[in-house]
C-alpha cells in the first residue's frame, strides 16, 4: 500500500514568466515553428499562455532531434526581448525532445491564420486547431464563459444540471432529434426550457451552460445542430427590462473579463471588443419601420425577422446610435413558445426580447407564465395538450414567482465578438447538417 | 427608441442579511411553511441562503390572503432570534402576496425530510425538488462543481465544449445511444475522452463539464443512462501518481470549499464531509487479496472487480487505514480501453486508476498513448480499425505530448460525500433504464 498526498507533482511552466526574467527557467510545449537563420534558429514554443521566442546557437544541446510538432522541455535563460511578442525570450541552454511528430501535419498549422479551405480545416480539426489563431478563439470564448460564471455566481444564480434526454412531452416536437430510449421515443432538449423554469421555485436564480441540440434543417452561416446554450432563469422579475438590464450588465462584465484575461489572444486577432454603456432598444414594429427605412421597402413577412431583415436593422441602428447591439421586443405571440407570457395591453404581442449583436440574433428572453391556470389555457390555444406538460405544470401548479429569464449561444456571441461571417468558426468541433465528425 | 443602461434592476435579498440585524429589510422568496400560534404566526421564507425565519402578529398587513407556496414580498425588521437557525427573524410588517399556488403540492415538500416513496418523489420532482433536505443536496453539487473549476483554473486548465452527438467513430458502439442525424446513424457521446485528448495538443490543460450518456441496460442505486461527468486532461503527465495526486488536491480543494460556502446546507443534511491529507493507493492485485481477506474467499472473476467487491475493498480500507477514499492502480488490459498506456514493466496490465469512495468507483483515469504507431497497434489487437478512428488519429499523427487525464461522475461524487444509497438522489432530474420524465 501507497499513500498519495495533496501535493503538486505535475510538470508545468512557471505561472507568470516575466517574473523570472534574468533566471533560468524551464519550459514545456510544443514546438510549433523553427526557423533557422545563419549560425542559430529561432523557435516559437507553444505554451498555454501563447507563443515564447526561444533562441537556439548551433550546437544547443538536443537540438539534432528537434522538429515541429514536437514535444519538448527546454531550459535556458529568460532575457529581454522588446521585438518578441512577449517582450522577452529564452536564450536555449538544452532541448529535451520528449515526443516527435509520426507525420507533416495535413495543412499548415503554423502560419498567421489558416489558409485551407473551411473543409480542410474542419475534417483536419485536431490539426487546425493548434494553429495560433484558431487557439485564441477558443481561448476567448473560455473566458467569455468564465466571465458569465462569475457575474452569475455574483448575483446568487446556482449552477444546474439538467438532463439532456427528454420525453416526447419537451418544448416541440418540431426540430427535435429522436433517439431510441431502451424502446421508447425520446428526444434531445432543444433547450433547458422547462427545466430551468421548474427550478426557479427551488433555487430562485439558476443557470446552465450546456449542449443544445436542434435539428433543423438549415444550412447557412449561422445555424449549428448542437452548440452551447447559457441559459438562465429567475424569479420576481415582472419586466422585461430588468431581464435586458441583467444581460447587458452580464455581457459587459464578460467583455471586461476577456479584454483582461487575453490581451495576448485579442492581439494574435487583432480584435477590439465592442463595448458601451447602454443598447439602444426598439419595438418589433419599431424594428420592421427602420428595415424598411434601410432598406427602401417593405418586407413581406410581418410577423418575424428574416435573417437579413435583422442585418439591415444592425445596420440602421448602428448608423443611427454607433451601437452594434441593439435590443428587440414584443414580439408577435404567434411566434413566440407557449411559456411567452402575453402583453397586458395587446395580447396579440409578447413580453419578450431578442439581442441582435452585428446582425445576428444571439439570445432570446422573456417573462414566462407563471400561473397555472393561463399556462393551461394557453397550451390549449396553441394547440397542445396540457397533459402531455404534467411534470412541468406540477410547478405551476405548486406555486411559481413571476419569473423569466434567457438563452446566448455561446458560439455566436463568440462569433459575432470577434467579427465572424461564420458560426463554426467559433465552434471546436461543429455539428452541421453534413457533419458530425471528427 | 429606448436605451437599456447596465444597472441592476432586479428585486433582490440583500447578500448579508445578519448586517442588517436592527434595520429595516425587504425580502423576496416562497412561503415554505406557516405554523399559526396563538395571537402570531411563523411564517417560514424559503430564499436563495436557506429558510428565513418570520414572525407576524395578528392583524399583519397582507395576512389574510397568505398561503403556503405564495410566493411574497415581506417588509420587516431584522432582530437577533437566537433559537432561530440563521441566529435572527424578521418582524414581520408588511405581506405582498406576489402570486398563489393552483393546488396543494402532490406530496408533503416542507417537512425536514421528504417522507414520500422514490417514485413519488421523482415523479414530482417540480414539487420534491422545493423541500429543503433536496435543495440542500444540489446547492452544495453546485459548490462542489464551482471548487473544482476554481481548482482546474488556477492550474491553467481551459474549459472546452466537446460535441454529445458523435459518428460511428466513437469510444465503442456498446453501451451507446442510437440517433438518426439526417438520415445517418449517430451516437450520444458516452464521454469527451478522444476531443479532450485531441485538446491536449492545443491548450496543454483541459477540462469539460458535461452531460455524459451511458445506453447500460443496468438498473441499480449506482447507475444513470444521463450523468455529469467531469472530465479533464494534460500534458507533460508520465506517471499516474502525478494524476492521482492532482485528483486528490482538486477533490480536498473542491470539499474546503463546499465546507466554507454551505455550511447552512451541510446542517440541514447533518453531513460531515470526509477530509484527509493522504489517501491509500493499492495495485488491483493487491486489491484483490484485501477483498479476499475481507470476505473470506477469493473472487473468480480474476480480471475486474464486481460491485461488491470495491464495498468489500473499501470496508478493509477502512479499517486498515480509516480512509474512506482508496485509489486502485494497474488494471487489467483486457478490461481498460483502447486508449489506455499499457505498463512498461507489463504490457498486460495498464497505466490506469480508479479511485474508490464509500464503496464506489467515482473516478476512472490513467496515461493515454500518444505515439500514433503504438495507439494503431493496440486498435488493431483490440480489434478495431484505425481508419474509424482517423479525425481522432490526426492528434497522434501530428505529434501529442505524454499525457493523461480522469473522469469523475458528479452524481456519485455527490452522493458518496452526502452519505447517499442511491445516485439518483444526487440527480436533479434522473434519467433509467424505466424513467426518463420528467
Given at each position: 500500500m501507497e499513500y498519495i498526498k495533496k501535493e503538486?507533482?505535475?510538470?508545468?511552466?512557471?505561472?507568470?514568466?516575466?517574473?523570472?526574467?534574468?533566471?533560468?527557467?524551464?519550459?514545456?510545449?510544443?514546438?510549433?515553428?523553427?526557423?533557422?537563420?545563419?549560425?542559430f534558429d529561432f523557435l516559437l514554443l507553444q505554451t498555454e499562455k501563447g507563443l515564447v521566442q526561444c533562441v537556439c546557437s548551433q550546437g544547443t544541446d538536443g537540438l539534432e532531434n528537434?522538429?515541429?510538432?514536437?514535444?519538448?522541455?527546454?531550459?535556458?535563460?529568460?532575457?529581454?526581448?522588446?521585438?518578441?511578442?512577449?517582450g522577452f525570450e529564452v536564450d536555449v541552454g538544452r532541448i529535451n525532445v520528449i515526443s516527435v511528430p509520426f507525420a507533416e501535419p495535413p495543412l499548415v498549422i503554423n502560419g498567421k491564420k489558416l489558409s485551407a479551405g473551411q473543409k480542410t480545416v474542419l475534417d483536419n480539426r485536431a490539426a487546425s486547431l493548434r494553429n495560433e489563431a484558431q487557439r485564441a478563439v477558443f481561448a476567448i470564448q473560455s473566458e467569455t464563459c468564465f466571465g458569465i460564471r462569475q457575474f452569475l455566481k455574483g448575483r446568487g444564480f446556482t449552477e444546474i444540471h439538467t438532463p439532456?434526454?427528454?420525453?416526447?412531452?419537451?418544448?416541440?416536437?418540431?426540430?427535435?432529434?429522436?433517439?431510441?430510449?431502451?424502446?421508447?421515443?425520446?428526444?434531445?432538449?432543444?433547450?433547458?426550457?422547462?427545466?430551468?423554469?421548474?427550478?426557479?421555485?427551488?433555487?430562485?436564480r439558476v443557470y446552465e451552460i450546456g449542449p443544445v441540440f436542434r435539428a433543423e434543417k438549415h444550412d447557412t452561416s449561422r445555424h449549428l445542430n448542437e452548440y452551447t446554450g447559457i441559459d438562465l432563469e429567475l424569479g420576481f422579475v415582472t419586466d422585461i427590462s430588468q431581464l435586458m438590464s441583467l444581460e447587458w450588465e452580464m455581457l459587459s462584465y464578460a467583455i471586461e473579463h476577456v479584454k483582461s484575461a487575453c490581451p495576448q489572444w485579442l492581439e494574435v486577432l487583432k480584435t477590439e471588443l465592442p463595448l458601451t454603456d447602454t443598447?439602444?432598444?426598439?419595438?418589433?414594429?419599431?424594428?420592421?419601420?427602420?428595415?424598411?427605412?434601410?432598406?427602401?421597402?417593405?418586407?413581406?413577412?410581418?410577423?418575424?425577422?428574416?435573417?437579413?431583415?435583422?442585418?439591415?436593422?444592425?445596420?440602421?441602428?448602428?448608423?443611427?446610435t454607433g451601437s452594434d447591439f441593439v435590443f428587440v421586443t414584443r414580439y408577435k405571440e404567434s411566434k413566440r413558445p407557449f411559456y411567452a407570457m402575453d402583453c397586458a395591453d395587446d395580447p396579440s404581442l409578447t413580453e419578450s426580447f431578442d439581442l441582435l449583436f452585428r446582425g445576428m440574433e444571439i439570445t432570446t428572453g422573456g417573462l414566462r407564465i407563471h400561473r397555472y391556470e393561463e399556462q393551461v389555457?394557453?397550451?390549449?390555444?396553441?394547440?397542445?395538450?396540457?397533459?402531455?406538460?404534467?411534470?412541468?405544470?406540477?410547478?405551476?401548479?405548486c406555486g411559481m414567482p413571476p419569473h423569466g429569464g434567457m438563452g446566448i449561444g455561446l458560439e455566436r456571441l463568440t462569433a459575432c465578438l470577434l467579427g465572424f461571417e461564420n458560426v463554426r468558426e467559433a465552434s471546436l468541433f461543429p455539428r452541421d447538417i453534413t457533419r458530425f465528425t471528427p
Open positions: 503538486n507533482l505535475l510538470r508545468e511552466n512557471p505561472r507568470e514568466l516575466k517574473v523570472s526574467i534574468g533566471s533560468k527557467v524551464t519550459l514545456w510545449g510544443m514546438v510549433y515553428k523553427i526557423r533557422h537563420m545563419s549560425g528537434l522538429c515541429e510538432n514536437a514535444a519538448v522541455e527546454i531550459t535556458g535563460s529568460l532575457r529581454e526581448e522588446k521585438r518578441s511578442r512577449m439532456k434526454i427528454v420525453s416526447g412531452s419537451a418544448e416541440s416536437g418540431a426540430g427535435m432529434f429522436e433517439l431510441d430510449y431502451f424502446g421508447k421515443k425520446a428526444f434531445l432538449a432543444q433547450s433547458p426550457q422547462l427545466y430551468k423554469q421548474m427550478m426557479v421555485p427551488v433555487f430562485g443598447v439602444p432598444s426598439v419595438t418589433f414594429e419599431e424594428g420592421k419601420a427602420l428595415i424598411a427605412q434601410e432598406r427602401g421597402y417593405a418586407s413581406k413577412d410581418k410577423n418575424d425577422f428574416e435573417p437579413d431583415e435583422e442585418k439591415a436593422l444592425c445596420r440602421a441602428i448602428k448608423k443611427q389555457e394557453k397550451m390549449r390555444r396553441k394547440g397542445l395538450d396540457p397533459a402531455d406538460f404534467e411534470g412541468y405544470l406540477t410547478a405551476h401548479k
